[in-house]
Structures are given as C-alpha cells and as structure tokens.
C-alpha cells in the first residue's frame, strides 16, 4: 500500500513514523487510519526494535479526529468511524516493539488517544493534550475514556474529558500523562536517544516485558506472578540470554541478535 500521509524513515533498529497532513494539522481521518492500520499490519517487529511515532511540523502531533468528515456522520456510521480508530490504536499498543510518541505540539481528541497507544510519551514544551470531545457533542471515540483513566487517574481523566479542557506539557508530565517535557528543538533527538538504549537490549527480552506488562495490567496479582513468571522461564530458552549473562560475567558488552 502506497501512503499518501505517511512518512517512513530508519536508522539502524529504530523506524520513524511520521504523519503527515500539515494543512489539517496532522488530523485523522478515514484515510489515514487506514494507513496507520496497514503500516501496523506490516511492520518488521524482527528488524526494527523500537518504532517512533510523530506528527510533521512544530505545530501538532495530531490536532484530533478529522471534523469534516465525522460532521456528516450518522449514529452507525459514527460507531463505525470509532471502531476504527480503537483497532488501529489497538495495533499500535499491542505492537511487539515498544513505541515512543514524540508528541510535538498538539495533541487533541484522537492525538491525545494516539499517544495514550504508546508505551512512551515525550513532548516538547509547547505541547497541549487534552479530550475536547463533549464541545461537539460526542465523546472521546478511540478508546480515549478508556487508556485515559488507567494513566492518571479516575478523577484526573474525569474532569479532563468532562471540562475538555487542554493542558500544558508541565501539567501532563505532573499528572503522568507524559514521560518527559524537553525543549521542542530537542524532541526528535530525545527520542531517539531513548529509542537507542531499548534497541541495545536484548530485542526477546524487551517483547516479553511488553507483552507481560500489556497482559497482566487487569490480571488478579497472583495470577499475573504465574504469567510473568512463565514467560521470565521462557526467556532461559534464548541464546540472548545465554550471550548476555557471559557477557556481563567477563564484563563486556553484548551484540544482541534477538535469538
């Protein structure tokens, strides 16, 4: 599939994903969660360790859904339009690699959604997230209602989604909705730094703590320490395992191969 708003670039293990839509500030429509779905579908989890997801510009990661097109929507066709959404996000969040939004600037209704899908948040200091959705009269239709609590907070997600209110950087990274607020010049660079020591480590080791992270979140605790405890038993049946514990007793550094 060729992408019309989608812009791949590599650097060793770490893919960059950029969406590209400038003059709608990045904003999502049917199109582009095609594309976004599609690029998940063929993504190379065994070549590439860690994905990097932003938006083009310094203005908007990803201003929100497209209103244009929910505007003529009826009740079907808006369930719908959500149900895409939530898969594509789904895709992203359950992507075998771990995922980095590196959120520059705007980041309202489905762009906020999009970055709660990662597994990490960076934003430049100019970023604004917020859920605006209940000022059109809907709700946050990408599984906003549901990443959104399990990140901050009931309350916190309540009064953000009921106000649809936007906030600053600082209030984010107060709140825990991002990990960490650099300057916007040094966004992309912070990213990649931090893409750069996952995909150091061993790539089997770092899909199974995903996938244990991902899995046990809703589990009873005892049977999340079954689970977690299956899969660290798995992880004895890799030669990474066997290259870096010999190479961490001879005090030397390991070229992880991801067998």
Known sequence: ????????????????????????????????LAELGDFC????????????????GEKSFVAGADISEMATLNNLQGQTFGQKGSAVFRKIETLHVPVIAAVNGFALGGGCELAMACDIRICSDNARFGQPEVGLGIIPGFSGTVRLARLVGMGMAKQLIYTGKAIKADEALRIGLVNEVVPQADLMSRAMEIATQIATNAPLAVKAAKLCINMEYDMDVDEA??????????????????????AFLEKGKCDFQGK
């Not at 992408?3 to 293990?13: D, H, P, Q, R, V």
């Not at 070549?47 to 083009?56: A, F, K, S, V």
């Open 1 to 32: 599939m060729e992408y019309n708003f989608l812009k791949i670039a590599t650097e060793g293990y770490i893919c960059t994903l950029t969406i590209s839509a400038p003059k709608s500030l990045n904003a999502l429509n049917s199109t582009i």
């Open 225 to 246: 320490i079954i689970y977690e405890n299956g899969i660290f038993g798995r992880c004895f049946l890799t030669e990474d395992q066997k290259n870096g514990m010999k």
């Open 41 to 56: 579908d063929h993504f190379d989890c065994n070549q590439y360790r860690c994905l990097i997801i932003t938006g083009d």
